[in-house]
């Protein structure tokens, strides 16, 4: 997660600075603070309304905007990080040499923070001798340089020079600069989503779970530099890092055949999915038929994952369940973590506006074994995740 990081986007003239408009949607969904600066040129291939409008903030692409004087060094101060993509030929060469004839270069010239750059050009020029000498002259300053893709380039010829994703340039940042260490070196399970019970090929029993919060806790997991494996049932959210382990199943079953030989091998596991406590015993392989005025389905109860792991934990593993509660929230909650033989449940209430299945924010309690009583109040679910998170490192390293 990026939230509480201020990250400076420079953009100049490439065709390539399209891709920026992604770039900066990415970390803004991040949670970065995100500001623009663009070369006078970069305007004629993204507009800065667009840009100012996605990231909230002015764009500034004048060292002098009518009357009033750009502070470049403020804004080289302000960043966590100064992200220049794409870099152009031009604009390199510039950084190379010490040129201030724009913002941009002003800005790099009195930046403070760490400075990295996504070249795009043309694959002759990639090549060119020249642009090797800048970009190693960049290195030498202590700039990082993102490697460029190969692939269809501006001129209609396919080669080096591509400019790189926006989500390898989110992922590369995220990681180089900001994934922090708590957690490094530890494996963890994150379940999360619904599950889907066939009734036959066309139906199936279901419930409201979006995932949205098992991937926000598998995200900061993995942002505390812990190795992660996310397995999510049927869920539309996508993971903001590449370097998450994904696996996509449907029912319990499933779920339960995957998470089972990892139980006791992970040091953290959160089971976040809403798992269907009961599937239908007999799974039709043709579409049920309307032959009469009712239908009859019998039910069977699923496999308790987080019980099989529960049962299983092993001394040094730390085991996080959830709980959702109508009625006698916390004393059904704590009794559930006791049954269950785990070290923390987060309860979840129904009863507030704006928290539980679907919505982006949440309202929880954290229940531990240990006696510890941590109440969440209603925020975005990626911040709910963060306290999550930060409560287990908590836990481990009291
Ligand atoms: N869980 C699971 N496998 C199941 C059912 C639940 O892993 N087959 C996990 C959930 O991921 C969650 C916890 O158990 O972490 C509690 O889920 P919840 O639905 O609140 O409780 P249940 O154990 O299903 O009990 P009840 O429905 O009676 O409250």
Redesign the pocket.
């Known amino acids: 997660m990026l939230s509480d990081k201020k990250i400076l986007v420079g953009i100049t003239g490439s065709i390539a600075a399209y891709k920026s408009i992604l770039l900066i949607r990415l970390l803004v969904k991040a949670g970065a603070e995100v500001k623009v600066v663009m070369t006078p040129s970069a305007k004629s291939f993204v507009s800065p309304l667009v840009l100012s409008t996605l990231c909230k903030n002015s764009v500034f692409s004048e060292l002098v905007e009518s009357d009033q004087w750009a502070n470049h060094v403020e804004l080289g101060r302000w960043a966590d990080l100064f992200i220049i993509a794409p870099l152009s030929c031009n604009t390199l060469a510039k950084m190379a040499n010490g040129l201030c004839d724009n913002i941009l270069q002003a800005v790099y010239l009195s930046a403070t923070c760490a400075v990295v750059v996504a070249p795009a050009m043309d694959e002759d020029m990639w090549h060119h001798l020249s642009t090797k000498k800048n970009l190693s002259t960049l290195l030498s300053y202590g700039n990082t340089i993102i490697p460029v893709g190969k692939g269809e380039l501006a001129s209609g010829l396919f080669g080096e020079g591509r400019m790189a994703e926006p989500e390898e340039i989110l992922q590369f940042c995220t990681e180089a600069f900001f994934r922090g260490i708590s957690l490094s070196g530890k494996k963890v399970l994150v379940?999360a989503g619904p599950t889907y019970e066939s009734i036959d090929p066309v139906r199936f029993i279901g419930n409201y779970s979006s995932g949205k919060m098992g991937f926000a806790i598998a995200e900061s997991l993995y942002m505390a530099g812990a190795e992660v494996l996310l397995i999510t049932g049927p869920s539309q959210e996508q993971l903001l890092y590449k370097g998450i382990k994904i696996l996509r199943v449907i029912s319990?079953d499933e779920m339960y055949e995957s998470a089972a030989p990892l139980m006791g091998q992970v040091d953290i596991a959160v089971?976040?999915?809403?798992?269907?406590?009961f599937t239908p015993s007999i799974k039709h392989t043709e579409k049920i038929k309307k032959h009469s005025d009712h239908l009859l389905l019998e039910l069977q109860p699923?496999?308790?994952?987080?019980?099989m792991a529960g049962a299983q934990k092993k001394t040094n593993q730390y085991i996080l369940?959830?709980?959702?509660?109508t009625e006698n929230e916390k004393e059904?909650a704590l009794a559930?973590l006791k049954r269950?033989n785990i070290d923390a449940i987060v309860l979840n209430s129904l009863r507030t506006v704006g928290a539980g299945f679907g919505v982006d924010t949440n309202d929880v309690t954290i229940l531990s074994a240990n006696g510890v009583e941590k109440n969440i109040a209603l925020q975005s679910k990626k911040s709910v995740a963060a306290a999550i998170v930060s409560f287990i490192i908590d836990e481990l390293y009291a």
């Open positions: 379940t319990a089971y976040c999915a809403a798992v269907a406590d699923t496999i308790d994952i987080l019980a369940g959830f709980a959702l509660e059904n559930k269950k």
